[in-house]
């Protein structure tokens, strides 16, 4: 793959990471639980580092936070940075599960990184606040990650196998 194609893909990969974390915060809270999101942004993190790796799954995560905070109007904010923090540590969790556990499926590595999301959204609140008590919220993000990341895995998995498809069907 030549440099200005791996460019162009990336550049694909985080407009539409953007536009779903943009489109999640338009639609309300389907969950009557506050902090909990779908994570549909995920899906496209997942897709990156299973078909690239840890390096551009960074980078289209930060971007991601990145302009859907400035799309959002909350750069700088508490938002931004449990946004920040939450899609880093997630990044970082799944990476190593698709390096260090290969057998486990693309939908077990997105529920553990929609946990690791939430534990990284907590701890930063713990500093920024400068409590541990907000980890008693941490059952309630846990149980609710289980579902989210159920189904972003799952929608992963899916466009995984056609995307797979393409590039075979490409070279």
């Known amino acids: 793959m030549s440099k200005t194609q ?35 942004a ?7 580092l299973s078909m690239y ?3 551009e799954g960074f980078v289209v995560s930060f971007l991601r936070v990145l302009f859907t905070s ?3 109007g909350t750069l700088l ?28 499926s693309i939908i077990g590595i997105s529920m553990a990184g929609a946990v690791s999301h939430n534990v990284g959204q907590l701890l930063t609140a713990s500093v920024l606040i400068q409590t541990g008590y907000i980890f ?18 799952y929608i992963a998995r899916l466009l995984l196998g056609f995307l797979e498809e393409k590039r075979n069907f490409l070279q």
């Open 53 to 55: 790796g840890l390096k």
């Open 77 to 104: 904010s508490v938002g931004f940075f449990l946004s920040l923090s939450g899609a880093l540590l997630s990044t970082l969790v799944m990476a190593l599960l698709f390096k260090y556990m290969p057998t486990l």
């Open 70 to 72: 400035l799309l959002g």
């Open 136 to 153: 008693y919220y941490l059952p309630i993000l846990l149980l609710a990650g289980i579902p989210t990341g159920l189904s972003t895995g």
């Open 42 to 48: 995920n899906i496209v993190t997942l897709l990156v």
């Open 6 to 40: 791996k460019l162009v893909y990336f550049s694909l990969f985080v407009t539409l990471a953007t536009a779903l974390g943009v489109l999640e915060t338009m639609f309300p809270n389907p969950f009557p639980i506050p902090g909990i999101k779908l994570g549909l």
